[in-house]
């Protein structure tokens, strides 16, 4: 079951039927979907895979999805689930495009990788960001993903797979590192 986690900023809580509306206004944006790397869907199609989410990912706990809420307010949306492109798990966030630029992506990866390594025991999380979108991938490469190979669809547009480590490197008592999670 999909915990609620909690960071300095953000509350994940598990979506229920009275966010479906933010959900669709979410995935409704243009500019969100295509940093996303998918196409706009209509609004029909949105409240499906939304409705999906309620009865099917969380009914049959498949993975774990959350609407990330701040101060009451939607700011996005997150999930940690299986990927089908590598053998491993992939973090997968959208921000409403009004809570850019606030340090927020940031605080909402960093939650993720927080749950992955704590809760699911999970060593390395993958991620995929369009090539054009420059934002997403400097934010990666501060929370340390390396570029594990360009993934090329079939009109041409170019996706990094990144990967980053949850586990840590943490000093010992006479200053040496070693690997902790």
């Not at 500019?31 to 706009?40: K, T």
């Not at 992506?105 to 369009?130: I, R, S």
């Not at 090539?131 to 400097?138: G, K, W």
């Amino acid at each position: 079951m999909t915990p609620t986690l909690r960071t300095a900023r953000l509350l994940f809580r598990p979506y229920g039927p009275e966010d479906e509306n933010v959900f669709v206004e979410l995935l409704s944006d243009e500019v969100v979907c295509r940093w996303m790397g998918q196409e706009r869907c209509s609004e029909a199609e949105i409240r499906t895979v939304y409705r999906s989410i309620l009865t099917d990912v969380y009914g049959k706990n498949l993975f774990d999805v959350w609407g990330v809420w701040r101060d009451g307010d939607y700011v996005g949306h997150a999930e940690i689930k299986k990927t089908g492109n590598v053998d491993g798990h992939e973090a997968i966030v959208a921000l409403v495009r009004k809570h850019w630029g606030q340090g927020l992506g940031g605080e909402l990866v960093q939650g993720l990788l927080t749950y992955a390594a704590d809760t699911l025991g999970l060593k390395e999380v993958y991620g995929m960001v369009g090539a054009e979108n420059t934002a997403s991938l400097a934010l990666s490469e501060r929370l340390g993903f390396r570029h594990v190979r360009d993934v090329v669809s079939d009109t041409g547009g170019v996706t990094k797979m990144l990967v980053v480590s949850t586990v840590k490197d943490t000093p010992d008592a006479c200053g040496s590192t070693h690997r902790d999670r």
